[in-house]
Structure formats: C-alpha cells, structure tokens
C-alpha cells in the first residue's frame, strides 16, 4: 500500500502546511489560544528544533513520544502569532512544562486532518495553488489590494452558492466574566461566533437585555467547579503505595473558548446553549501515608487538564421580571495529567 508524501516541514516554503495547521487548530495561535490572521501566522514546533539530542532522548521518555518522533512531523508542530513566538512569551518557558504534554496532544489529534489536507493540496487541478495565491497576496500593496477587492467577493458569491454553509465567517471578541463577585475576580472568555452565534448574540441583547458577559457568569463559574471537582478525583486516583486525599485545587491558569452559541424559542421561553473548550493548570496539596513510617506525607500535585462543556440558560418572555435563568454546565470529554 502507498503511504503517500511524507508531510513534514522542511526548509521551502511551508504556505500549504501552514495553512492546514491554521484550519486544524482553528485559526488560533496554539500558545495565547488568540485568534491570529493566516497571513501572519508562524508555524512553531512545539519542541524546539534545536532542542540538543541528549535532552530530546529524555523529553521522549518524559512525554511517552515514540522512538522515532519527528520534530518536523505535524505532531510537533502549531500555528503560533508573532508575539507569542518572541522570546518574552514562549521563549521564556522551559519545555519541561507538563503544559506541553497536553499542547504534544492536542498536535497529535489534528495530525490526521493536517496531513489528509496537505496531501490533498492541488491533487485534482490547479485551483488550489491559485486559491493558495489569493490567500497569501499582500494586501498592504495597492495594486493587490484593489485586485483582491475587485474580484474577491465573486469567490465568496461562487462559495455560497455552492455550499451556502462554507461561506460564512467567524467573529472573534474577548469577554471578561466575573466568576467571584466577593472578590471581583474576572475570567477571560475567547468567543468566536458564526453567523447563528452572532444572531443569538444580538437576540440576548435586544430582547433579554443581556450581554455576553452576564450570559456566561453562571454556566463559567459552574464549570469553574466542575473542572475544581473532577481534578480532585483525577489526583486522588494518581497511583501510589497508599491512598492520597487531595485539597481544593488552586487555579494557576485558565483558558475558556466559547465556540457555539445557539438558542431555540418554544413558545415564550428562549432557550440559549452555550458550547465550547477548555484547558486548565491547576494544583493542590496533598497528603497520604508515609510509605516509610506510619505519619503523613504532604505532596504538592499539579495538573493540566482540558476538555469540552455545554451550558444552557433560558429566558421567559412571559415573566419580565424572571431574567436570565442559568441551566446545567456538563463537561463532556475530560483529559487530566496529574503529576505529584
Ligand atoms: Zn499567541
């Protein structure tokens, strides 16, 4: 069987993995989780290339990376925005960081579609390169500028009217949700909306009075819990000599993305459902037997954990004073590395 062109980064011009790699993660730089343009977005490996052999031969143990693991592979490598590639940002960390554990993850579940789409790229025709063009023309010059202007929305038209649901776009905004009224602690939320997200988006304002940020308050702090309960678990079931109790976990950071926001009328209730991501590093003390003597042994665990949620609120149109009622927050997929 042919396993096909080997997709990898070389030293050309990467324009058609770039792009693969910027759909698979979501146009969002892997680092800040930032919705970044293609045209500025870098390809980064998230193990660094001039990692030194001797290091990479422990980071493979380390991570559980197979033997023959490829820096070049699409499995080390992201999208990542310029400021998050200077040294400041990502420069600044150490790779030892078990957050790279979970993003060497994440690289890997889009391995598939990355390679399926640059193995794809211009197979039946000359359109794709053309396309490829289009995307990555220079807008700052004039002249392109008013070619791209010109011509460009006829693409748009074709796309529609081929399939009307790829030619929509998605809107991006940052909305700061109070998640601890006590102590006026606000939570950042990446919102990204299509065209249904941002209809939803304006029916909240103009008929429940209610903007993204007191929509989320309710369905963010419940999930602030959750992820607080199920981290517990994760680090009590850690394997040990003897049974470990874990304390509330601690925060470090947070990242939350809200990829769907839909609602449903019945009647006069509207029904609004809110789906999306998140990534989360938190830690907590803990204790269990001492496995050389008979007192307790104090531990500090940490944990990366990510995963999928959807949370509901409802509004009666009937009862004006009722507002926004907040339903369920449900963790779907959970991942947790813990480590102590
Ligand atoms: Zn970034």
Redesign the pocket.
């Known amino acids: 069987m042919r396993s096909g062109r080997r997709v990898r980064y070389g030293s050309g011009d990467n324009a058609v993995l770039r792009m693969a790699l910027w759909r698979a993660w979501k146009s969002k730089?892997y680092?800040?989780?930032?919705p970044?343009e293609f045209n500025t977005c870098q390809i980064d490996h998230i193990i660094p290339q001039d990692v030194s052999d001797d290091r990479l031969k422990i980071l493979k143990v380390e991570f559980g990376l197979p033997e023959d693991f490829d820096l070049n592979d699409p499995q080390n490598l992201a999208p990542?925005?310029v400021?998050?590639n200077g040294a400041g940002?990502k420069g600044g960390a150490t790779y030892s960081e078990p957050v790279y554990m979970s993003q060497l993850k994440q690289a890997a579940r889009h391995r598939r579609a990355v390679v399926a789409s640059v193995r794809g790229f211009g197979r039946s025709g000359k359109v794709a390169g053309h396309l490829l063009e289009v995307i990555t023309a220079d807008l700052g010059q004039g002249n392109v500028r008013e070619e791209f202007l010109e011509f460009a929305p006829t693409i748009v038209q074709i796309l529609a009217m081929a399939d009307s649901d790829l030619a929509g776009y998605l809107s991006f905004e940052r909305v700061e949700v109070e998640v601890d009224r006590q102590l006026g602690t606000e939570q950042g939320v990446n919102v990204s909306l299509d065209e249904r997200g941002r209809m939803t988006e304006s029916l909240l304002k103009e008929v429940c009075g209610a903007d993204l940020a007191s929509v989320f308050q309710a369905p963010i702090r419940e999930l602030l819990r959750e992820i607080g309960t199920r981290a517990t678990a994760g680090f009590e079931a850690l394997e040990s000599d003897s049974p470990i109790c874990a304390g509330e976990p601690v925060r470090d950071w947070l990242v939350v993305d809200v990829e769907s926001l839909d609602y449903q009328r019945e009647r006069d209730v509207i029904e609004v459902t809110i789906g999306g991501v998140f990534e989360c590093s938190l830690s907590a003390g803990l204790t269990r037997s001492d496995p050389r003597g008979d007192g307790l042994e104090d531990l500090q665990g940490d944990a990366v954990v990510s995963g999928t949620f959807t949370a509901s609120a409802s509004w009666d149109l009937a009862d004006a004073l009722s507002g926004l009622e907040a339903g369920d927050c449900v963790i779907g997929e959970w991942t947790q590395e813990s480590w102590c």
């Open positions: 730089c680092w800040c989780k930032g970044v990542i925005c400021p998050c940002r």
